[in-house]
């Protein structure tokens, strides 16, 4: 059964200060999703990771994509405040009609 | 930017009642989803649809669970005889391509929130 684990579970940091979060994920899979989540809301599609070495960035995030180490990065740079959520990773599982399998999300704050 | 619709944005319903939840998925869109999440907890598979058909569903997606598209523009998710453990939000999602071939996400719902008392 894929499994997908993020670390960490919460995120504290200062503005303007840069951190990683990280997803990895237990069987193949070449379609890695972040999504972003706020109080209540629904999930925003923030990147779409097809491919072995795909890099995606927007503003202060950028995503990064390793298949053979089954990792994904999410990389903050500079927070603000506006950037605090849920961050959560999703995972396609090879061969499956479209099951997308969730991370726990990192719930991340980001302090003046 | 074309949106996926849910309604109600809350339901509360009594214990061994039915309910259906009611999805608008974007128009050019063919696979259709369901999750759930229950509050604070991480984002569940439920059940995907294409075609007029479910083609995988998870171990929550028991017996009380359907989902239909019945006029070809709504897709609806309904549990049979609510329990309490089956508060949660649910989140209808559509794709518009079979994931992987080529760069398109999903896109979600607002969510219903669904209080079984």
């Known amino acids: 059964e894929l499994k997908v684990e993020q670390n960490p579970l919460f995120l504290s940091m200062q503005e303007g200060k840069n951190y990683t979060i990280y997803c990895n994920y237990s069987?193949?899979?070449?379609?890695l999703y972040w999504y972003r989540q706020d109080p209540g809301k629904s999930l925003e599609s923030l990147f779409v990771?097809?491919?072995?070495?795909a890099v995606k960035q927007e503003g202060r995030l950028m995503a990064s994509l390793d298949t053979k180490a089954r990792l994904s990065t999410l990389h903050i740079t500079a927070a603000v405040h506006d950037l605090s959520a849920t961050y959560f990773c999703?995972?396609?599982?090879?061969?499956?009609?479209?099951?997308?399998?969730f991370g726990a999300g990192t719930r991340l704050t980001v302090k003046p | 930017e074309p949106e996926v619709t849910q309604t109600p944005s809350h339901q509360v319903t009594q214990m061994g009642q039915e309910v259906i939840l009611r999805c608008v998925p974007i128009?050019?869109?063919?696979?259709f989803y369901w999750y759930r999440q229950i509050l604070g907890q991480k984002v569940e598979f439920l059940v995907s649809?294409?075609?007029?058909?479910?083609?995988?569903k998870s171990e929550i997606f028991d017996d009380q669970f359907s989902v239909e598209r019945p006029d070809g523009s709504n897709f609806t998710l309904k549990i049979r005889s609510t329990k309490l453990e089956d508060s949660a939000m649910y989140f209808c999602?559509?794709?518009?391509?079979?994931?992987?071939?080529?760069?398109?996400?999903?896109?979600f719902g607002s969510g219903t929130r669904l209080t079984v008392v």
């Open positions: 999602a559509s794709s518009r391509t079979r994931q992987g071939l080529g760069n398109y996400g999903y896109t």
């Open positions: 069987t193949t899979s070449d379609r």
């Open positions: 990771l097809l491919s072995n070495g």
């Open positions: 999703a995972v396609d599982m090879v061969g499956n009609n479209n099951d997308m399998r």
């Open positions: 128009s050019n869109h063919l696979y």
């Open positions: 649809f294409y075609n007029n058909e479910i083609s995988e």
